[in-house]
């Protein structure tokens, strides 16, 4: 909900004058007095003063029931009202409606049938502290971890005692791994040394660099030099963990890199690796690929339910391959089935033709990029440790280019049009006398290649905008990769772009993005000079000659 993040954030940072669990408990009713509901304790909001208002909220905070939440964020916010027939009732009058008491959308008002619920600096100070109390009995267990991390964050009166109740009910690892985390970091500041000493022996198996600072001010201000040792102990520990994590991010990021690379260049190993064809406007069927997406997914937003909204994504994976194949067959029939054999021609006409590809996009859809969604099963990640955050969509993109590599493969090797393309790339005039018609082969060959394209072009456009100019940015990556890994060779082809992605990643934090780049480059020069054929040969039509 829009209004819970703002008030959230802010009450886990405050003071805690009513923290939810630790507040006293009410009293016990009488034979004759029932325990109070949350309907009849949420009307009390409407009180005629603000004192009343603060004992309404106080109150809230005692019972402890988190639907109480959207309520007194859209209190904090100036957006709980009262409505005539309707009680109470929150939310953005022109967005929409709900009632405090049930939750439920109330339509049929306007802003005219509303009387805002008045609040001043006080009743805004106890609101935010009965927020941060209900958010640590949140049921979502995301909420009750950003409240503890908050409340280590700023260590308010009653932290302490809120962390260890909800140590005494939590049953979720993650949120009592941050508990007690956060109720270590409150015990540095303890004048009892037991207490120190158990927090440092906690804070040593963290991987937050949060708990390392900390821990560095913690050394450099005890007076005990056994604790002080110890400290010094528990940030070697974690620097070493930390060490190791952002290895490990590394080498992640880089094979997401790799990917990425190997999607803008599996094609290019087919168009250029095996037909000898400089095809400048490869990445132009990327930038097809991807606006193609970008219309189905427009096309399932206009003509479809929003519940069919995530499935897409699978319908933009065929219509892009055929899209941007189609393409590709109409290029190879009229302009470079005439130019085989003469490279330098290819590059200029494919050059002059990638111009053309974008201006017409530019055209049809605008210079501004688009932005194509992700599915909901493609949005999120999870924390690892560290801060490391394993996303799905590009763990996804990562198992798609290994799973279309083996399916390409697997067609080339085994299928009846593979074995053709083989022999057409091979020893034309010899596939020919076989009767295997070699211009149909050319065609759909460079179609092949062109498709794939258009499938990357529905990958990358899940990690980035869509854009006229999406190609460039991978046109000359993808030649590297093909050249580095052997031209013509698929599998060569998986080891350069993964190698290429590897080593950036692994060179930016010491030389920057653009001088790791630049020394990629250098290295591939180098290795091409000892290994001209790349790591990976293939005999094909390119080294006929």
Known sequence: MRILHIPLILALLAPLPVLAGNAPPPAAPGPSQ??????????????????????????????????????????????????????????????????????????GLTADDLSEIPVNNRVRGVILGVIGGLSLKSPEAGVRIKAVEALAERQPDGAAAALKGLLSEETDARVRAAAATALALLNLGSPERHLRQEAIAVLATSSDPMVEGRLRQYRDTEKDPDLSKAAAGAIHDISVRLSLIDVGANLFQGLSQGSVLLLGAIGLAITFGVMGVINMAHGEMIMLGAYT????????????????????????????????????????????????????????????????????VRSVFGAPNKEVGNPSWLSGGVDLAGGFTLTWNRLAIIL??????????????????????????????????MGIAAGRVDA?????????????????SQIGNVSPNLGQGYIVDSFMVVVFG????????????????ILNKLLEPYAGAMLGKILVLVLIILFIQKRPRGLFAFKGRSVEG
Do not use: K
Request: contains cysteine; aromatic residues 8%; glycine residues 12%.
């Open 444 to 460: 759909l060959t460079f179609g092949l290649g062109s498709g794939i394209a258009g499938i990357a072009g529905v990958a990358l």
């Open 293 to 360: 997406t970008y219309v189905v997914q427009e096309a399932f937003r206009a003509f479809l339910p929003s519940s069919f909204a995530d499935a897409y994504l699978v319908v933009a994976l065929p219509a892009a391959f055929l899209v941007a194949g189609a393409v590709g067959v109409l290029l190879e029939r009229t302009l470079i089935r005439h130019l085989y054999g003469r490279p330098l021609e290819t590059l200029l006409s494919t050059w002059g033709i990638s111009l053309i590809l974008q201006q017409a």
């Open 486 to 501: 052997g031209v013509g060779s698929l599998w060569g082809t998986l080891a350069g772009a993964l190698s290429l992605g």
């Open 34 to 107: 029932p325990a109070p509901s949350f309907t009849d304790v949420l009307a009390g909001l409407d009180g005629d003063s603000y004192d009343d208002r603060i004992s309404a909220v106080e109150a809230l905070g005692r019972l402890g029931d988190p639907r109480a939440l959207p309520v007194l964020s859209a209190m904090l916010d100036g957006h709980l009202y009262e409505a005539p027939g309707h009680g109470l009732v929150y939310g953005d009058p022109d967005a929409g409606l709900r009632s405090a008491a049930t939750g439920e959308a109330v339509a």
């Open 400 to 433: 798609f280019c290994l799973g279309l590599l083996a399916a390409l493969a697997a067609l080339l090797r085994y299928s009846r049009f593979g074995l053709h393309m083989r022999a057409v790339s091979q020893n034309r005039p010899m596939a020919s006398a």
